[in-house]
């Protein structure tokens, strides 16, 4: 059997259809954050996400060559989770990211939600869900913005690797 | 002076009312002669009713309408005065049927405004202010348990949707959804849905291209036509499958249906057509693996096939 043959088509399926959805709705923040602040390069905004402290969330335990589906469904909620908070961290940048913002962290939350369920439906979930973990602190508009525009390229990245790992995880 | 009071102020159509109008003491003794008093639904009299005095001067009359066939009417406690009625208290009477149980209740996800819009058949005329919500709750698989409830849903005056949004939503999970109607006679409630949000999600139509050249840029075959199409842009994310039917402009209702197609594709030859002829050509989509609503055929597209 393959190496998820234990989880259902449906929920591969959805969450493929998740993650889509919300690597369109990250596309659409970060062309909202060019058009409007200018900031279109995350490159160029390295430095700063360093010393802002902003983290990226690790899917080690998703490797081909080591995949454990337990540690990997973990780690892609506890991502989600992190994004999520990041995203909340940089409410208000401005009017005009606000909308694509708020769609956004309401994706990753069900997106989260989804993985949750069918760790829960697995026997996998631990008894009580991650608790979220220190944000960085914003302390200035651009802060925000420069942070929204990390966030953005940090979940992009972990999202085109969730999306390989579920193809992976979908082989018969 | 006068006060009415009622058995109830609402009522099925055609059932009795009871009221009863009591006249104070000291109001009575406003009128020298001896106080008939009357009853008036509406401008007409009533006859019927039964009147007497309490020990410490009160007046009371009570009258029963057997028959309570109005929708709305006013009863008014009236005391003869001089040539004319003096109205003493007045009473909204209404009459009606209590909500029948709302039907077909179905739902669909508009993409874009990421709400959740169900729809329903109120059911028959009640007569009565009738306040219908859409009530709904998070739940796992088959909607058994109820984990979080979600807020009601209240239409907009007279409608019969409502558009529960998105913050309320979670878009891959079972939810439980039913309608609830109350009005002063009763409530029903409809049969319960189960389904995820992205289940319902209904798509725009594609839209259909048909191109002057094949992929080696050769003219197209007689017979056959060229074509493109792509998806409504805001479901790019979600895979689809597609259908297209066509006929010949001027018959009518005489499709030919080719599916399944893919939801994308750079160029597509469609052949067996009759040659010089003018086709009209239409495209829908729905999600698929994964359930969806078909969208509706896209506008025609008219092309006219090349000569032999």
């Given amino acids: 059997p393959g190496p998820a043959s234990s989880l259902p088509q449906g929920f591969l399926l959805k969450c493929s259809e998740q993650v889509r959805k919300i690597q369109a709705d990250t596309s659409m923040l970060q062309e909202e954050l060019c058009a409007t ?21 690790p899917l080690s335990s998703c490797s081909s060559q080591a995949l454990q589906l337990p540690g990997c469904l973990s780690q892609l909620h506890s991502g989600l989770l992190l994004y999520r908070g990041l995203l909340q961290a940089l409410a208000g940048i401005s009017p005009a990211s606000a909308p694509a913002l708020d769609k956004l962290q309401l ?3 069900d997106f989260a939600t989804t993985i949750w369920h069918q760790m829960e439906d697995l026997g996998q979930a631990p008894a009580v869900q991650p608790t979220q973990s220190t944000m960085p602190a914003l302390t200035s508009a651009f802060q925000r913005r420069a942070g929204s525009v990390l966030v953005a390229s940090h979940l992009q990245s972990f999202l085109e690797l969730t ?3 579920l193809r992976y995880l979908a082989q018969p | 002076c006068g006060r009415i009071s009622l058995s109830a102020s609402t009522v099925r159509l055609g059932a009795p009312i009871t009221a009863s109008c009591t006249i104070s003491q000291n109001c009575s003794q406003l009128y020298l002669e001896p106080q008939i008093i009357r009853w008036k639904l509406g401008t007409e009299i009533q006859p019927g009713a039964r009147q007497w005095q309490w020990p410490d001067g009160t007046q009371e009359s009570i009258i029963t309408l057997p028959h ?13 005065w001089g040539s004319n009625l003096q109205i003493l208290d007045q009473a909204e009477l209404r009459a009606g049927y209590p909500p029948a149980i709302p039907r077909n209740l179905s739902c669909f996800m508009d993409l874009m405004t990421s709400s959740l819009t169900c729809q329903w058949e109120p059911g028959p005329e009640t007569h009565l202010p009738t306040n219908f919500t859409l009530k709904s709750f998070k739940s796992r698989g088959n909607c058994q348990t109820q984990e979080d409830a979600i807020m009601g849903c209240v239409p907009e005056d007279t409608h019969s949707y409502c558009s529960i949004p998105r913050k309320h939503l979670l ?7 039913w309608v609830q109607a ?9 049969p319960q849905l189960c389904l995820d949000p992205m289940d319902v999600v209904k798509l725009e139509p594609p839209t259909l291209w048909a191109l002057d050249s094949s992929p080696k840029g050769a003219p197209p075959q007689p017979g056959c036509l060229q074509l493109h199409w792509e998806p409504w842009k805001p479901s790019h994310f979600i895979d689809q499958k597609c259908e297209l039917r066509h006929q010949p402009q001027l018959e009518e209702d005489n499709w030919t249906l080719v599916a399944p197609l893919p939801s994308m594709t750079v160029q597509y030859e469609l052949c067996g057509l009759l040659p010089a002829t003018v086709y009209v050509l ?23 096939t090349t000569e032999r």
């Fill in chain 1, 37 to 57: 602040h200018k900031l279109c390069h995350p490159e160029e905004l390295l430095l700063l996400g360093h010393s802002l402290g902003i983290p990226r969330a």
């Fill in chain 1, 107 to 109: 994706d990753v939350a």
């Fill in chain 1, 163 to 165: 999306y390989r790992v």
């Fill in chain 2, 68 to 80: 309570f066939n109005y929708t709305q009417a006013f009863l008014s406690c009236c005391l003869q």
């Fill in chain 2, 171 to 177: 878009l891959y999970q079972s939810m439980g959804i």
């Fill in chain 2, 182 to 190: 109350e009005n002063a006679l009763g409530t029903s409630v409809s």
């Fill in chain 2, 282 to 304: 239409q495209m829908r989509c729905t999600r698929w693996p994964l359930p969806g609503h078909w969208s509706a055929w896209s506008p025609s597209l008219e092309r006219r």
